[in-house]
T-cell receptor
């Protein structure tokens, strides 16, 4: 079974603080993703990485950065937390297999971190 | 217009009912279609995966894809209270950097 773990389930931070959210997967997946989930807006992609040290912006990267120094670990950084970054943050990973294998594109999610910025 | 549209519900049904959940989409390049189930305060988990058009059945769950109408469905037979969750459709065009586009989710409550 794929396991994706996130460092915290609940986090409370103050405006202006630098916040680190950590995600680790144990299945040697190439791709890793960070989403935020808000009521009525669904899951929105913040950043993704398809290889170590590679990263690409998703749909809402403003105010965030990421780091992927090792294949299994993908960190989301809020440089200066703001109240509008209060949300559920979800990490996911997927294996990319050339040739259309059924495992292609399947993303496995962690349990989420509910971040509150005061 | 959003790329993927999904009725947010909530949808409340009695135990044993057949449930139909639906999504429409606008991007004809989508080839991979998924349904995720998300229990309260948990991350989404993959429920069904379909490539291109057609039906796929897994126990009480059936996923349908109609690419000509850009419409996908998830049917749950003999629904159980344990099926109460938010159901998210997701889809992508495939490829190495496989960005999934998600619907907003439908909240389902199965009443005992």
């Amino acid at each position: 079974d794929v396991k994706v773990t996130q460092s915290s389930r609940y986090l409370v931070k103050r405006t202006g603080e630098k916040v680190f959210l950590e995600c680790v997967q144990d299945m040697d997946h190439e791709n890793m993703f960070w989403y935020r989930q808000d009521p009525g807006l669904g899951l929105r992609l913040i950043y993704f990485s398809y290889d170590v040290k590679m990263k690409e912006k998703g749909d809402i990267p403003e105010g965030y950065s990421v780091s992927r120094e090792k294949k299994e670990r993908f960190s989301l950084i809020l440089e200066s937390a703001s109240t509008n970054q209060t949300s559920m943050y979800l990490c996911a990973s997927s294996l990319w297999a050339e040739g259309g294998d059924t495992s292609t594109d399947t993303q496995y999610f962690g349990p989420g971190t509910r971040l509150t910025v005061l | 217009q959003k790329e993927v549209e999904q009725d947010p519900g909530p949808l409340s049904v009695p135990e044993g009912a057949i449930v139909s959940l639906n999504c429409t989409y606008s991007n004809s390049a989508f080839q991979y279609f998924m349904w995720y189930r998300q229990y309260s305060r948990k991350g989404p988990e993959l429920l069904m995966y379909t490539y291109s058009s057609g039906n796929k059945e897994d126990g009480r769950f059936t996923a349908q894809v109609d690419k000509s109408s850009k419409y996908i469905s998830l049917f749950i037979r003999d629904s159980q209270p344990s099926d109460s969750a938010t159901y998210l459709c997701a889809m992508s065009g495939g490829g190495a950097t496989n960005k999934l586009i998600f619907g907003t989710g439908t909240l389902l409550a199965v009443q005992p």
